[in-house]
């Protein structure tokens, strides 16, 4: 008789990490800096202080996985990794689907790991707002960023099928299209990067700055929920949270890190009771809208073989707009189909036939997270703008995929025939189509609690310090005063790194 295995999994953890199995009763901690989440920006700044001989302790929601626990169970892998099982939205019409990792090394888990400096334009448009960042002055961080997490072009061999022929379509177009650049050393192409790289060599936060932390001293206590941010006055003094168990765990610190991501780091704040003299705590909400389609040639493409992404087409960029193929498997495809019973059956009999491509989108809609009962909800309404840019984006795509030899193409508009010829496709720019029937879906949140020159309209400095409080600090996407048209987890790392060494020239200010 089968016996079925539990939904979670979990394997040793190495020492310092601490979870629900460690905490036995409430718990009080002391340390001199505590960050809270250990995604791309939190494992960053917690390894670098650690380094720079400072005692830290993490503090993550999610629960500990090492390499060896992912698997190819695509369901529990969902359920393990991602917040609330990746079904949370942004409220707007069309509502935007997004997704958030919830272990620790957070989203860095999950993502695919395209690593890209935010490109200098972006850069130069926040200097020009007042910042003092400009990309002379990042070089040194993204270096350093980029060989702690070993960003590398893909191997040939580890290019699948559907990455080829979105190459194949973007030559015979004329299209500037370029290798990916990812934080992995030797990816064996298995495509499973969405939900947990089962060969370590995506180097996630989990086998790159968490283990760096660690050696130096940092501890981690997963499994635990922050409440809120202690405070003395303005001084933030620590959080409190609760384990898994329920029991109370209290951190005193000198120095407070939120990098909880752009939607539960404004929440944290508000739940604190943080005030920004601008008042634009969660506001300024970027998230890159993406849509999809499907294509289905002739012959196999077996997309489940090969990196995730391992190019994009760039000849829209400076229209905001980038292109990629992205495999997923069949039980998530399926999910977004209309289709159902026989007609889903018989449409996913072609699986091994489908190109999933889809594009990211440099959003100039703002959207803005509320504080509802203490829990963040984000709302976001696509504007006429983009909905015109992605519209144009997937005529432009599908005329892509026919030069490449796809016969027919599945678009991501409710009730909308799908496309048989690039004269198709082309027509799709004839008639505004409605975004509310759209299906809108992002990984990218960004802005909420942006820095900026001016107090009285940002949120923090830039180095992530927050107006009109002391001793704390916000290190995670929430910083972008614009969305940047690219893969943010590299900028979110280099940033993180700028303010763990100003924290670092400055320790008597924070951490006296």
């Not at 791309?40 to 005692?55: P, R, Y």
């Not at 020009?128 to 961080?141: N, V």
């Not at 909308?416 to 010829?421: N, Q, R, V």
């Amino acid at each position: 008789m089968a016996v079925a295995r539990p939904a979670l999994i979990e394997g040793a953890r190495p020492r310092g990490v601490f979870t629900r199995h460690d905490i036995h009763g409430d718990t009080v901690l002391d340390c001199d800096v505590v960050v809270i989440g250990s995604g791309a920006g939190g494992s960053t700044v917690a390894a670098e202080l650690s380094e720079a001989g400072f005692d830290v302790i993490v503090v993550e929601e999610g629960s500990y996985y090492a390499t060896r626990d992912f698997t190819a169970d695509t369901s529990a892998m969902v359920r393990q990794l991602y917040r609330d099982g990746g079904a949370t939205i942004a409220v707007g019409n069309p509502p935007v689907m997004y997704q958030e990792g919830r272990a620790v090394g957070g989203s860095t888990v999950i993502n695919g790991g395209m690593s890209w400096r935010t490109p200098e334009r972006v850069l130069d448009r926040w200097e020009r707002s007042g910042l003092d960042i400009s990309a002379k002055a990042m070089e040194p961080y993204f270096e350093r960023v980029e060989k702690r997490i070993h960003v590398a072009g893909m191997d040939q061999e580890a290019i699948g099928n559907d990455n080829q022929l979105l190459k194949k379509g973007a030559d015979a177009k004329g299209w500037k299209i370029i290798g990916n650049l990812r934080n992995q050393a030797h990816c064996v192409g298995s495509n499973r990067c969405a939900f947990g790289c089962p060969t370590g060599a995506k180097q996630s936060a989990l086998v790159s700055y968490i283990p760096r932390a660690l050696h130096y001293g940092a501890r981690v206590y997963a499994d635990v929920k922050v409440d809120r941010i202690t405070r003395h006055g303005k001084r933030a003094t620590g959080v409190m949270g609760k384990s898994a168990a329920g029991f109370n765990v209290a951190v005193r610190a000198k120095l407070v890190v939120a990098a909880c991501g752009a939607i539960h780091t404004p929440a944290l704040l508000v739940r604190s009771g943080f005030r920004s003299p601008s008042g634009r705590i969660g506001h300024n909400l970027s998230m890159h809208p993406n849509v999809k389609v499907v294509a289905i040639y002739d012959e196999p493409v077996t997309g489940w073989k090969g990196a995730h992404q391992a190019f994009q087409v760039r000849e829209f960029e400076e229209q905001g707009l980038l292109f990629a193929a992205v495999n997923m498997p069949p039980s998530v495809l399926a999910m977004s189909f209309p289709q159902r019973g026989r007609a889903l059956g018989e449409l996913m009999v072609q699986y091994d036939r489908m190109v999933l491509a889809g594009m990211l989108c440099e959003d100039t809609a703002t959207g803005r997270v509320r504080t509802i009962d203490g829990r963040p909800q984000a709302f976001y309404q696509l504007n006429e703008t983009d909905a015109a840019n992605l519209q144009r984006g997937v005529s432009l795509l599908s005329e892509l995929l026919f030069a490449s030899g796809a016969k027919r193409i599945l678009l991501p508009f409710h009730g909308a025939p799908e496309l048989a010829s690039a004269d198709d496709a082309r027509r799709l720019l004839d008639n505004r189509i409605p975004a509310k029937g759209w299906e809108v879906v992002t990984v990218h949140m960004m802005g909420t609690a942006a820095m900026g020159a001016d107090r009285s309209a940002a949120v923090t400095d830039s180095f992530g310090t927050v107006y009109d409080a002391d001793r704390l600090i916000v290190a995670d996407a929430s910083l972008f005063p614009t969305p940047i048209g690219v893969n943010p987890m590299e900028t979110i790392m280099a940033l993180a790194t700028r303010a763990a060494a100003h924290i670092i020239d400055n320790s008597r200010r924070f951490v006296s």
